[in-house]
């Protein structure tokens, strides 16, 4: 080991193998007090995390100093959830200090790839929506855009899954068990939130009726900063996650050890708000420490905002030619009436002035038409944890009912429909519809759910405020998406058009041209089959599966969910299984099916679904007629990193949920992008992606929303759908009567008896003849190479439209108000 650097101890920030040598040197020496002979392997990437943010400061303090020179208008993204996964990669991507850090690592001793799998993931988020978080952090920077992430520093992420016997067991994510060198705690910038106490009304010296926050306690939030690096522009932005913590005086009057003790053991109640991230998907749980989170979030960021704003500004009534704040989903939207209220109790302004300023500077997106997951508080709960905020909220509401009078007449039914506060035994507030009348904006996330959302779930707001609503479909940063976890796919494009796709990602249509270069296309298809080999190496060492790589890579990963169908993916194995069993000479199309996702911790039918792809899936590899042509495995702990592991060597992406419920979907966009052929449902983005990638490249079945609505409305009866296809009678038979658990046969009734006699809400029935036939199209299509890889290669070159950077854009443009700001010069053209 080289430990010939020490001249150069004090070099920071040069760009080069030989300063960044010396400084991982240093900061393990100085840094944390160990040296090249006896460091681990934990404390080599620490140092090399340390010596990344070291090229990482400088641009970090420059950025935000001219943002306050320029008074750039801010974007503030609020979140609960971040799921950015791990950083190194990324941020060395955008620094183009890749090669430099791996000869680094390689001259001390160390393999880059060993130290970048020490990393834990950030899994700060569920699924889908804290995903999105995370790449419109990529792409804001990437553009130079002001923008900034809020967020809760979980020390729990999402939890850890694990199978044992088939089923599902949650573990504790401790990722912070040895700390993150990314995040800096900033000890200057720490604010108190409040809860609880009471509204006391009072009269200003101008004899106004006025309000004041009394009696309440509070926690402390305390900001932790992740820089969020733009790709070679310079720019890093940041992403603040708040951490919760006590009051800092424990002001004990009369002190005994055991009021001490006692006062100190209490330190970790305070920080209980920031604990854990709650791991339900689309499922609304109304508890109050998830509301606590959810002002705790609001508050401080708030907080924050207001007091930077402060700093370079003097007229509040300003704010939104400044500031817009997006909230994503309802999860933040408690800054509807935070914001009235400091602007009416704390800068004294009156109602109407305060109310236009909010509603200019807020705005909100909606990810889900399921009712299960809108948020609705109870009124009781919030007039113990907030109670100015609800009164702020009823008079919200009542100003607002007035103008529905106004508007449409005396129209109780639209009146009890729209009210913000649903009246009945658990009185409680709508976020939903507080998020509508208190923004200026609402958008859906694919022109689909958009249209959906108008005409359905907010069907009369859109009536009374039609130009508050607006699409914005979803994007995936082809940096992580393309550039980092598929680096064969990014070199050989980059060798053929250059590398102005990275930031301009409708640029890959060049790539249309070389369906026809067969040179071209004998790569592109290599690729793939190396990528399918990397992968089975990586399962191979993670989970002791062998997985064929002469077969078909069909994948589907996402969160568990009935809606989203992997049910029918499972009955689709069981009935090839059957198939083959049945005709052992009939030639098949050999299929490798990976399933990954995690199940919420109290969904049940879901967890059920796990047991029994499990089960299905050692039917099939257990049984030897089926090698070489069918295997079934579930992966467990999905994650970012995963994802990044088994997206590049899909060959076939299964998007496939019930139309009109998948608001959007991205890991549709992320597949397509890598070269994998979606069989999908019109349903979310799919729809839009058969749009860009043209007809002939995406297999498309099932029922549409339409088609949906009209079997519901005509009398839809699973059973004659059981009773007309054999195949997937014989295997729903299979199911019930315990052939994939003859311990116990009756295992998987829950998911029979909701198939037949609870009549299939999510149609699974309905829509698997049609699924089959899809699947045949598959494997015809699979059997002439040639023709699977032009169909590959236009996903490739056609999908550009779903870069972040272009949903950023819209959001800048139509939202935001800071399109002047787009690629001020800054953006990367491609070199
Ligand atoms: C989530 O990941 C999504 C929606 C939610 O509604 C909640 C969560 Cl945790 C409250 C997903 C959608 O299911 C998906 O279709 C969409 O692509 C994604 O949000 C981002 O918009």
């Known amino acids: 080991m080289s430990t010939t650097t020490s001249k150069k101890l004090n070099v920071k920030t040069g760009m080069d193998t030989e300063s960044i040598k010396a400084d991982i040197l240093s900061h393990l020496r100085y840094s944390l007090a160990t040296d090249i002979e006896t460091a681990n392997k934990k404390e080599f990437y620490k140092s090399v995390v340390l010596s990344v943010m070291d090229r990482l400061h400088d641009s970090w303090l420059n950025t935000q100093k001219e943002y306050r020179e320029k008074k750039t208008k801010k974007i503030y993204y609020i979140s609960m959830e971040f799921l950015i996964g791990r950083l190194l990669d990324n941020a060395l991507v955008n620094l183009n200090l890749e090669q430099e850090f791996r000869d680094a690592c390689k001259d001390l001793g160390y393999d880059y790839e060993e130290i970048r799998d020490i990393e834990n993931d950030a899994a700060l988020g569920n699924g889908g929506l804290g995903r999105l978080a995370a790449c419109f952090l990529d792409s804001m920077a990437t553009l130079g855009l002001a923008g900034f992430g809020y967020g809760i520093k979980y020390d729990y992420g999402i939890f850890k899954q694990k199978i044992h016997d088939g089923y599902q067991i949650e573990r504790p994510d401790d990722w912070l068990r040895f700390g993150t060198p990314w995040a800096t705690t900033r000890p200057s910038v720490m604010y108190p939130v409040r809860f609880y106490g009471r509204s006391v009304p009072y009269t200003d010296e101008d004899g106004h009726l006025r309000f004041k926050w009394e009696n309440t306690q509070h926690v402390y939030a305390l900001a932790n900063d992740i820089p969020m690096p733009g790709f070679r522009n310079g720019v890093v932005n940041n992403l603040r996650l708040w951490k919760a913590t006590s009051p800092k005086s424990l002001d004990l009057t009369s002190f005994n050890q055991g009021e001490y003790i006692n006062a100190v053991r209490d330190i970790e109640l305070h920080e209980n708000i920031s604990r854990v991230l709650y791991p339900n998907d689309k499922i609304f749980v109304g508890q109050e420490l998830r509301l606590k989170q959810e002002y705790f979030l609001v508050s401080s960021t708030l907080q924050d905002i207001l007091r930077e704003y402060k700093q370079q500004h003097d007229d509040l009534r300003d704010l939104p030619k400044y500031v817009a704040i997006q909230c994503n989903d309802t999860h933040p939207n408690l800054a509807v009436p935070d914001l009235m209220r400091i602007l009416m109790d704390e800068e004294g302004f009156d109602w109407e002035t305060s109310w236009d300023i909010t509603v200019k500077t807020l705005s909100y997106t909606n990810h889900t038409v399921l009712p299960e997951a809108l948020e609705k508080w109870p009124v009781s709960m919030l007039r113990n944890l907030l109670p100015r905020h609800l009164q702020i909220i009823y008079e919200i509401n009542k100003r607002f009912i007035n103008k529905v009078h106004e508007h449409f007449g005396d129209d109780v039914n639209r009146v009890r429909r729209m009210s913000i506060i649903s009246e009945g035994e658990q009185p409680s507030v709508q976020m939903a519809n507080l998020g509508i009348v208190g923004t200026h904006k609402v958008n859906g996330v694919a022109a689909l759910h958009t249209d959906l959302i108008k005409k359905t779930i907010f069907r009369d707001f859109f009536e009374m405020y039609p130009e508050r609503f607006t699409n914005k479909t979803n994007g995936i940063t082809p940096r992580r998406w393309l550039k980092q976890c598929n680096k064969p796919l990014a070199d050989l494009i980059t060798s053929e058009i250059g590398d102005s796709w990275i930031t301009h990602l409708s640029d890959l249509r060049k790539l249309d041209d070389k369906v026809n270069d067969k040179k071209f296309m004998k790569k592109y298809s290599d690729i793939k089959q190396q990528n399918k080999e990397r992968l089975a190496a990586y399962v191979k060492e993670n989970y002791g599966f062998e997985l064929n790589t002469k077969a078909i890579f069909d994948i589907q990963i996402k969160r568990i969910h009935e809606y989203k169908r992997q049910l029918m993916l499972a009955i689709y194995a069981a009935a090839q299984y059957n198939y083959i069993k049945a005709n052992p000479d009939a030639p098949v199309v050999p299929r490798t099916i990976i399933f990954a996702g995690k199940a919420a911790p109290g969904y049940a039918m879901a967890k059920m679904f796990i047991k029994l792809i499990n089960s299905i ?114 295997v729903i038979d299979q199911i019930r009567d315990g052939f994939f658990e003859p311990d116990h046969p009756s295992l998987f009734h829950t998911i029979t008896n909701s198939l037949l006699d609870g009549n299939d809400y999510f149609l699974v029935l309905a829509d698997y003849p049609a699924y089959a036939e899809a699947q045949k199209e598959v494997d015809a299509l699979y059997s002439k190479p040639d023709e699977w890889f032009k169909v590959a290669l236009y996903n490739t070159a056609r999908v550009g439209k779903f870069s972040s950077d272009r949903t950023i854009s819209d959001y800048a443009t139509d939202i935001w108000g800071c399109e002047d700001q787009l690629n001020k010069g800054r953006e990367y053209q491609g070199s």
């Open 617 to 730: 899936s050692d039917k099939i590899n257990n049984d030897p007629d089926m090698e070489g042509k069918l295997q079934c495995f579930f992966l467990d702990n999905y994650s970012v990193t995963l994802a990044e592991q088994l997206i590049p060597a899909a060959d076939v992406s299964e998007q496939i949920s019930t139309a009109g419920m998948e608001a959007s979907g991205t890991g549709n966009m992320k597949f397509a992008l890598n070269g994998a052929v979606t069989i999908g449902t019109l349903d979310g983005a799919n729809v839009e992606i058969k749009e860009e990638v043209g007809d002939e490249n995406i297999i498309i079945f099932g029922l549409t929303v339409e088609g949906v609505e009209e079997l519901r409305r005509s009398g839809y009866s699973s059973w004659e759908y059981y009773n007309a296809d054999k195949a997937l009678k014989q």
